[in-house]
């Protein structure tokens, strides 16, 4: 039996966790999507009361798929035409059919999922991720998403020096941190009209959280961030240093609860501890990294997701 990983060949945190499923007995394989369709073919046959399903790649290399007891949706890559294909509607079309028939095999495989695909796109809509966490009695920051500039001012005007606004998902080709916004950017509040921003009143930190969750399992790592040379965002403090950190069990039993309802296995889920020692969920992303917190706490996060992705198989041998 074979986990199957779909990320990059060069992806270290798969190739954590491979390690610690190879150290399990267990199979495991890395596929790059973005190698369909110029160095890897799919294959589906249906005959009879059968189905085969397969993956080629062109080296020779073959997967079947009847094998994979669990996948591991890492970080899948964009398939790839060939640069042949010049004509744009062609373009839409190939990666039109190419993802319908990726996704109907995705939902046709017995295997368990870390995340199942649909439910980690859903999960990754930062609205409904407030939405669920205030529902669930976690505390969020005041918001607004809007693309009308007057209640975009009327916010402004509420909060002054104290809005911060951020990307919804952040493309490799537009990222750009959380930042307070300033005066420059508050001269070109007709353009909010062009599309949704995301608006939030600051939430002073003494710590900012990075919380994994795996299955039941809650993994808290925290940083200092209150002499921090850009608090907004923890990303751009380049000498942040995480230690583990007891999270209280009614904030976790909220966090694992989040996770129940967007029915994820697996999250990275931001949180701010504020001076009066109240945790703000910020967001969640489905496929987060963890490497960092693990090597700066030793928490066995690799070890926890390999364990998942093997569960079913053992549950299989011990039901034998």
Avoid: C
Wanted: proline share 5%; no cysteine; charged share 25%.
């Amino acid at each position: 039996m074979t986990v199957l990983i779909l990320s990059s060949v060069t992806d270290v945190h798969a190739h954590a966790v491979m390690t610690e499923l190879a150290a399990r007995g267990a199979a495991a394989e890395i596929v790059d999507l973005g190698d369909f369709p110029t160095r890897l073919s799919v294959s589906m046959a249906y005959r009879g009361g059968s189905r085969q399903f397969r993956l080629r790649r062109a080296d020779g290399g073959e997967l079947d798929l009847s094998a994979v007891h669990a996948v591991w949706w890492r970080r899948p890559q964009p398939f790839r035409l060939a640069p042949d294909i010049k004509d744009t509607n062609a373009q839409r079309f190939a990666l039109s059919e190419a993802s319908t028939a990726f996704q109907g095999l995705y939902q046709s495989l017995n295997a368990f999922w870390i995340n199942e695909p649909a439910r980690d796109a859903v999960a990754s809509h930062k609205p409904y991720q407030l939405t669920l966490a205030q529902e669930l009695g976690l505390e969020i920051p005041e918001t607004l998403i809007t693309n009308d500039p007057g209640e975009a001012r009327a916010f402004w005007r509420k909060y002054p020096g104290e809005v911060i606004h951020k990307q919804f998902i952040a493309l490799p080709e537009t990222w750009r941190e959380t930042r307070r916004l300033n005066e420059d950017e508050q001269k070109l509040d007709a353009s909010i009209a062009h599309a949704p921003v995301l608006f939030q009143r600051h939430v002073p930190a003494i710590a900012d959280l990075r919380v994994t969750v795996v299955g039941e399992q809650v993994f808290a790592a925290a940083t200092d961030v209150s002499a921090a040379l850009y608090p907004q965002d923890v990303r751009m403090n380049l000498d942040t240093r995480y230690h583990a950190h007891d999270l209280p069990e009614e904030t976790a039993g909220r966090l694992r609860a989040l996770m129940r309802r967007l029915g994820l296995v697996y999250g990275a889920i931001d949180l701010r501890l504020t001076p009066e020692r109240r945790y703000v969920f910020l967001e969640i992303n489905p496929a987060g990294q963890f490497l960092y917190i693990e090597r700066a706490t030793g928490q066995p996060i690799a070890q926890a997701l390999a364990d998942a992705l093997a569960g079913k198989r053992e549950r299989q041998r011990n039901a034998a």
